[in-house]
Structure formats: C-alpha cells, structure tokens
T-cell receptor, first 111, second 117 residues
Framework: QQQVKQSPQSLIVQKGGIPIINCAYENTAFDYFPWYQQFPGKGPALLIAIRPDVSEKKEGRFTISFNKSAKQFSLHIMDSQPGDSATYFC??????????FGTGTRLKVLA | DAGVIQSPRHEVTEMGQEVTLRCKPISGHNSLFWYRQTMMRGLELLIY????????DSGMPEDRFSAKMPNASFSTLKIQPSEPRDSAVYFC???????????????FGPGTRLTVL
C-alpha cells in the first residue's frame, strides 16, 4: 500500500511533442505529490508538486494532472525540448518528510 | 548558496573495508535525509534527521550501516564492513521542515557513487 507505481519506464518523443508520465498510488492518506527531475550525474531536483485538493497545476511547460478518485497523477511536458531529456520521478508523501518514490521514467527528446 | 555538498563524489573500495560518506546540508535547513539509489530498488530513504536527531532509521538496511549528525552542518553515513551489494549512488538531501505540517522541498546533493569490489 506504500508503493507508487510509475509508467512508462522509458519514453522517446520528438521535439515539440507532449510526453506524459503516469503514477498511481494506493494509500489515500498521501497528501503531497512532488515530481523530481534528475539529469545524469546529478541529484534529483524538485520540478513541480501538487496537493490532492486541486486537479491540475501548471508551472511553465510542466503540468500535473491529479485524479483523486482514481488515485492517479500524471506529468505532462508541453512543447518538449532536447534539454528536457532526463529521468523523472514521481513521489508521494503522508506528513512532512517521508517520500515514496516511483521507479522513474527515462525521457529522451529527439532534436 | 552552494547547495547540498557531498564527498567523495566517487568511491571505489574492496569488500570488507569501511566506507564513510559525508554531507553538508544547506545552511539553515533543519532536516537531513540519506537516500540510496539503485537500478533495482530506485530511490530509498535510509534515514531522516530533524534538528540533528535521528527520527526515522527504518530504511537502514542492516547493522553494517550507521549514520550520524554531530551538528547542523555535517552528517556521515558509514558502512562497515562494505559488501558488493552496497554498490549504489548515495544521496544526501536537506530541507527546512516548517511548523504546522507544511510541506518542505527536499534539496538533493550530487550524490556519491559507491562501488564495492
């Protein structure tokens, strides 16, 4: 019940495409859902986060869609660029600190 | 701010040796985390400190692993004796835990890539 399931494992899109990464959870007590972006050789960095009281959040080209009833949330990257090529992790937490991370999605945006 | 600083960035050691990984959190942050990242298990929380006190060490895999935070600006993760299955990237992260249960961003360091031969 503590797991966060992330898909797909890898994704290749053309520049300008809209890659979508999906995550699903079981624990309805989770109340914070961040997405992290990790470049090779670097630590993960917070990209965008959402709470379950909203269904969508946008920050620049990145959008989180949240479906509380389905216990799913997804990351959309609008007008994707080669510089967006990275590994993306979703996470969920209950409380202030313990993140349960998804297994990651390796995104490659072709020029 | 320099961000979270970790050292060494790479460590290669032989099975049975002691390994010490170091972390300097962001100044002013009161929470520190150690994570392990592997292909098989992804990102796993090993231990969480708040105000230099270990709060949750349930992720520490076994007694060979120990972590300390002697002051607000320094933490170590020690593995003794090391084994090949400990090979992974170890991340330190810090955050400013706010009162009232408000969410706080965890800032990750660049990681230490550990290889145990």
């Amino acid at each position: 019940q503590q797991q966060v399931k992330q898909s797909p494992q890898s994704l290749i899109v053309q520049k300008g495409g809209i890659p979508i990464i999906n995550c699903a959870y079981e624990n309805t007590a989770f109340d914070y859902f961040p997405w992290y972006q990790q470049f090779p050789g670097k630590g993960p960095a917070l990209l965008i986060a959402i709470r379950p009281d909203v269904s969508e959040k946008k920050e620049g080209r990145f959008t989180i869609s949240f479906n509380k009833s389905a216990k799913q949330f997804s990351l959309h990257i609008m007008d994707s660029q080669p510089g967006d090529s990275a590994t993306y992790f979703c996470a969920a937490s209950k409380g202030t600190y313990k993140y349960i991370f998804g297994t990651g999605t390796r995104l490659k945006v072709l020029a | 701010d320099a961000g979270v600083i970790q050292s060494p960035r790479h460590e290669v050691t032989e099975m049975g040796q002691e390994v010490t990984l170091r972390c300097k959190p962001i100044s002013g942050h009161n929470s520190l985390f150690w994570y392990r990242q592997t292909m098989m298990r992804g990102l796993e929380l090993l231990i969480y400190f708040n105000n230099n006190v270990p709060i949750d060490d349930s992720g520490m895999p076994e007694d060979r692993f120990s972590a300390k935070m002697p002051n607000a600006s320094f933490s170590t993760l020690k593995i003794q004796p090391s084994e090949p299955r400990d090979s992974a990237v170890y991340f330190c992260a810090s955050s400013l835990a706010l009162a009232g249960g408000l969410k706080d961003t965890q800032y990750f360091g660049p990681g230490t890539r550990l290889t145990v031969l």
